[in-house]
C-alpha cells in the first residue's frame, strides 16, 4: 500500500444499495483493496452524483471515500456485507 490504510465495510440498506452494487464490484476486480484506480472507476460509475459530494461533503460519504483516495493518496481496505 502506498500510504495509510483505512477499513471501511459498507452494508444493504434502504438508499445504499448503488453503493453495495458499486463497492461489490470494485471489491471483486480490485481484491477488497481500493486504490487510485479503483477510486477512478468507481467515480466514473457514481457519475451525475460526484459533483453532488464536492458540492455538500458528507453526503455521500462512499463517494468522499473514494475522492479521498484520490486527493490523499490512502488505500482502503473494503468489505461489503451482504
Known sequence: MSGPSIDWTIKPAPGK??????????????????????????LEWYDEFVQEAKDVPGSHPNIDLLLRILDEGVEAKITVSK
Open 17 to 42: 444499495m448503488a453503493s453495495v452494487a458499486i463497492y461489490a464490484a470494485l471489491a471483486s476486480q480490485f481484491d477488497n483493496t481500493l486504490g487510485k484506480a479503483a477510486a477512478q472507476k468507481g
